[in-house]
């Protein structure tokens, strides 16, 4: 308990899946988090149960592919708390499409959210985390940022996109003497609504599921406290010589 004690945390995406985890699980070691998401009654809900089990938690509706937004949300959060320490870039979306067959819209939307959104939470955290003495992005990218996916051309551009940002902003960071640490998580396949939801539109689920289950060595599918552990770990000061870097929770996807 207490690992992140006293810190104040964005989880954008944080109405379900790896972002609820996330919030839930900073909120128990200690930080006070805002839960930010379009879907504000599901996140309405996850800020809910935290109040009553005692944790300060505020949701925030928000757009993450629009800067206005973001804006709205670092200055409500520090007017709120009066400073910024945590943010978790982990609002995301994802489809199947190859190259040849993914249209131009469908690229856009999905880069508004998981490219766009993650380059506007950086900029938009570094000046309120300069302010509060230093802070912790992380920035949850994807396996499919590292390996490629025949299937999945938008999700791996944006994924990989979102791995070399990383490592720039964490270079902007430290040799500018700011003490904001950068890094990317790359979960292997999580048993979430993004996954569940993909699985069912493929027409056949349970086929799916099992082919993908087979693709990591351990035998199935990660769990979303899989992956909040390595943020929280990344998120506190257990990691103030960490940045620039990437953590892979895949299962051993990507060892083979």
């Known amino acids: ?20 985890a996330c919030a839930e699980l900073l909120a128990a070691e200690g930080a006070a988090v805002a839960v930010t998401d379009r879907e504000s009654d599901a996140g309405g809900k996850v800020v809910d149960a935290l109040v009553a089990r005692g944790h300060r938690a505020i949701f925030l509706e928000h757009d993450v592919s629009l800067e206005n937004r973001w804006q709205s949300v670092v200055d409500g959060v520090v007017k709120t708390y009066g400073k910024l320490d945590i943010l978790v870039n ?75 940002l990383t490592k720039s902003a964490a270079l902007y960071c430290a040799r500018g003497g700011m003490k904001i640490r950068v890094n990317s998580v790359h979960p292997g396949y999580i048993w979430t609504p993004m996954v569940r939801h993909a699985l069912e539109a493929s027409g056949n689920a349970a086929e799916m599921q099992r082919a993908i289950e087979a693709l990591h060595p351990v ?4 769990e979303p406290n899989d992956i909040a552990y390595g943020v929280l770990y990344l998120a506190s000061d257990e990691s103030t010589f960490v940045t620039g870097s990437e953590l892979v ?3 051993g996807y990507t060892a083979q």
């Open 1 to 20: 308990m207490g690992r992140v004690a006293g810190k104040v945390a964005i989880v954008t995406g944080g109405a379900m899946g790896i972002g609820q």
């Open 249 to 251: 929770i895949d299962g």
């Open 219 to 222: 035998g199935h599918l990660g």
């Open 90 to 164: 982990n609002a995301g979306v994802g489809w199947f499409g190859d190259v040849e067959h993914t249209t131009i819209e469908d690229w856009h939307k999905l880069m508004g959210v998981n490219l766009d959104g993650v380059f506007l939470g950086i900029k938009h955290a570094i000046p309120a985390m300069r302010a509060s003495g230093g802070g912790s992005i992380v920035n949850l990218s994807s396996i499919e940022g590292l390996v490629g996916d025949p299937g999945l051309a938008a999700y791996n551009a944006s994924k990989g996109a979102v791995r070399l």
